[in-house]
């Protein structure tokens, strides 16, 4: 008998396996379509390889600013499709390795829960002392008439075109939406963003989601909020999207129109009904344990409650099965850094200003525009800012950064927000110049008033 049965070889489940077994567990991982998960194959990957190709082109678009020139400029989807597909499988060849060099044992096909310590994958049965459900989350289609019209298609689909259509419309403007809506609007697309609610990017700090609706106008990406798609048809070669907006119905002509409203978690086949695993809205319910309402069987990343996103399946995984082994971790889902990969880039880690005024935290807020910093401006890449929200007593709680390379800049928040270091901490490390790192340590000092490079506030 094994230890531990994975189901699901994503960021949660395959993080999961190695990390067991580097606490000495006999691991088995149950994988029915490819290694990796949506995060390799149709997921974070795949569109930060686009991401990669679409910064090409918007720099390419603004070759005047560094006084170079270039003539005939093309750009070739399906050439880019190949890049993507090259990237993914190899790392998908290089997590088989890895799991291959841990030795842990992967069973290809899809797995169904007979009862704990039993599964079932293509007629053979496993049996382990418990089981681990890490089988993620798929595309929610929304019950629009017309959804299922050819040209409708999902994020999955999308990675897959291999011409750039003339118009995009997209039906969401959260994350995935609006990183779409970015890189094919540098792809040579007419793009409209239609979103039911009153703001883009659902919980974010609500003045880096203001700025980020001013650069997406700049880059002529049509946004509509407030917009609830009711209907979409077909007319002749165009896919015509009709909403309700704020000021009466929207009509938008599409070539493609993506769904990009959100995701939902996939537990299809694994027969949790007749194990009585108790779900909430389709999420498996777990304990501080990660296990469920049935002894024995655990579950960590998209298809349980929080965050969906691949970091956060990885920890959830690497502290489900540190807990098993007796050790004594938690997830720190107050510090979860997210990011969104659009023009500019969007990374944020812990409370934004709504959430601190929310929980009734006597806060305070520093700044610093990327406009005032010197490598940004070498960079010509001066939209954005940082903005650091400091409770009382100085401890950095939140850090929202809209600009160039902000999902690197997060990682020093995220170590700060973390360990609850202070606003001194901060001051008292050195940044080395020039470096885009100078306008983080600028905003917060600006907490204090401190900030050199700002004028004076009186
Ligand atoms: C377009 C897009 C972009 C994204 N970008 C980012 C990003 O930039 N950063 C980020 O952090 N997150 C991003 N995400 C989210 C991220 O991909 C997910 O949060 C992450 O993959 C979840 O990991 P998981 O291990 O829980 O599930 P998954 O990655 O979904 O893996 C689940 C695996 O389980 C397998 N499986 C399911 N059922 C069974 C079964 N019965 N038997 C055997 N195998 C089974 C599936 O085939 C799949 O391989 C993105 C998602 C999308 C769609």
Redesign the pocket.
Known sequence: MKDLII????????VAAIRARQLGMDVVL???????????????I???AYFQNATVLQTLAKLSEYNAKAENISFDLSGARERKNRIVAKLVSGIRDLLKGYRVEVVK????IVEPGRVL?DGEEIAARRILI??????AVPPIPGVDLPGVIT??EL?ELDAVPQRLSVIGGG??GI??ACIFNAFGSRVMVLESMPDLLGAMDREIVRRMGVYLKKQKIEVHTQAGVERIERQGSTLKVVARGKKGTIECNADIVLLATG?KP?????GLERLGISCERGFINVDENYETSVPGIYA????IKG????????E??IVAVERMAGLDRRVDYDAIP??V?SFPEIATVGLSQEEAQSRGIDFKVGKFLFAANGKALAMGETDGMVKVIADAGDTVIGVHIIGPHASDLIQEASVIVKNKLKVSDVIGTVHPHPTLGEAFLEAVMDVKGRSLHSLPKV
Do not use: Q, W
Request: charged share 20%; aromatic share 6%; net charge negative.
């Open positions: 189901i699901g070889g994503g960021p949660g489940g395959y149950v994988e029915k379509d490819a290694l990796g998960g949506t995060c390799l194959n149709r997921g974070c795949p569109t930060k096909g899809e797995a169904s994958v890490a089988t993620g989350s798929e595309p994020s999955d990675l994350v995935i990183e779409f995701r996939f537990t299809r086949g694994l960590i990343g998209d298809v965050p969906m996103l691949a970091h956060v399946a990885s959830e995984g997210s990011c990969f």
